[in-house]
């Protein structure tokens, strides 16, 4: 089973920065696409970010071009985000999720970003 786990969360003033890491907790991470999504109060929960399993391919959601960069070490088994000139608008919480195949069908619990303006 594989358990995702995320940390980095806070709260930052506008324009700050913050690192998300996801903790990936089983053997055969590479074979994994790794995501960041987010779900603020009221909303449904929208993607930020992805990369492939060979971090070769990233995507991301327009608003976060730019500013976020999506990462992953496999010697650490750990996928991240960087997040640069946070808006308050970035206020969600944050979601690690993994794919092994087409769907982003494994999920963490999430860790709360707050920007203040």
């Known amino acids: 089973q594989v358990q995702l786990v995320e940390s980095g969360g806070g709260l930052v003033q506008a324009g700050g920065s913050l690192r998300l890491s996801c903790s990936f907790t089983?053997?055969?991470?590479?074979?994994?696409?790794m995501a960041w999504f987010r779900q603020a109060p009221g909303k449904e929960r929208g993607f930020v970010a992805s990369?492939?399993?060979?971090?070769?391919?990233?995507d991301y959601e327009d608003s976060v071009k730019g500013r976020f960069t999506i990462g992953r070490d496999t010697d650490k088994n750990m996928s991240y985000l960087q997040m640069n000139k946070l808006k308050p608008e970035d206020t969600a919480r944050y979601y690690c999720?993994?794919?092994?195949?087409?769907?982003?069908?494994?999920w963490g619990q999430g860790t709360q970003v707050t920007v203040s303006s």
């Open positions: 089983r053997r055969l991470f590479s074979n994994y696409a």
């Open positions: 999720a993994a794919a092994e195949y087409e769907a982003f069908d494994t």
């Open positions: 990369i492939n399993w060979n971090g070769v391919t990233t």
